[in-house]
């Protein structure tokens, strides 16, 4: 775990995070991912945990991502969190995950599991609460909020909230 990555590790890292988040660029209808630009300084930020993994050749496979603190996060909103959690948002005990990637030809080993042990045992560790957002196709294909559960199940006792939901629309209009 660091708080600040190597601008070379970041570049490594970018090319992970954009592999893994292009296919829902036409999944979901909401921007799934940051730009370049705000991964490059989600890396350089000390509030926004980075866990890394590398392989034996050194080569980094896997990346996640937790803020610290809230206001990290910038489409979230921290009064919701403050007023859902008093004691733990005034500990600064809420930590938002912001990414869990694998390199797409390491993707189906222990990566992905290993790095979100670790992330857990820090939430764990600190008494804390692991939030996080995710579009439909986390949910029912890659079945995210369930590899969180189960992870953190190995670890001790987790209760699982579902805090709110987001659906979007689309009217198709024609003439009469």
């Known amino acids: 775990m660091v708080q600040k990555v190597a601008p070379d590790v970041a570049e490594e890292c970018l090319s992970i995070y954009r592999s893994a988040f ?8 909401a921007r799934q991912s940051l730009t370049d630009d705000e991964f490059r300084m989600e890396m350089e930020d000390e509030r926004v945990l980075k866990f890394i993994a590398a ?24 009064a919701y969190y403050e007023a859902r959690f008093p004691e733990y948002f005034e500990r600064g005990a809420i930590y938002y995950f912001g990414s869990l990637l694998v390199r797409s030809d390491r993707q189906g080993g222990p ?46 006792r987790v209760e699982t909230m579902e805090l709110d939901s987001q659906q979007y629309f689309a009217y198709l209009f024609s003439t009469l």
């Open 55 to 78: 392989d034996k050749a050194r080569q980094t496979v896997a990346l996640g991502s937790m803020a610290t603190d809230l206001s990290a996060v910038p489409w979230i909103s921290p």
């Open 111 to 156: 990566w992905a599991t290993v790095l979100l042990t670790e992330m857990s045992k820090r939430v764990l560790a600190d008494g804390a609460i692991a939030a996080f957002d995710c579009c439909a196709y986390n949910v029912s294909v890659l079945r995210l909020p369930e590899l969180i559960a189960t992870v953190g199940h190995r670890l001790g």
């Open 22 to 29: 292009r296919p829902l660029e036409r999944l979901a209808p």
